[in-house]
């Protein structure tokens, strides 16, 4: 078993169709409660299989801060991400392959948007390190 991190980003796609490329804050509550309901029958789905770790949507709202030397406050202004680069939410699964973490996103990628079609949207598939990286002299 492999961990994966899938990576749900604030993202339109607007080569999907009317609707597709709307904000959420635009969707009506029908919307939203449908594409909830979808996230969470995805992550029921991966917990009978024995593959769901964790999961979270977030605010998106955010910081970026940065060590600014000893003694000085951190540093939080900029860079400023554009909205497309923002992270919607992330779940985490522990799953047999490469290709049945692909299939797990995949499954994601179809959570209903605007007027209840699915959205198609990217996510991002990224392996857990197995091991610390080392170096060679």
Known sequence: MAKYLLLKHYRGVPQHGPGSDL??????????TAHVAFMEHVADA????GEYVDSQALAPDGEFVRYDGEGRPPVTDGPFPETKDLIAGWMIIDVDSRERAHEAAAFLSSAPGAGGEPLHEWIEVRPFLSAAPTTTD
């Open 23 to 32: 904000p959420m804050e635009r969707w009506t509550p029908e919307e939203v």
């Open 46 to 49: 991966l917990r009978e299989r």
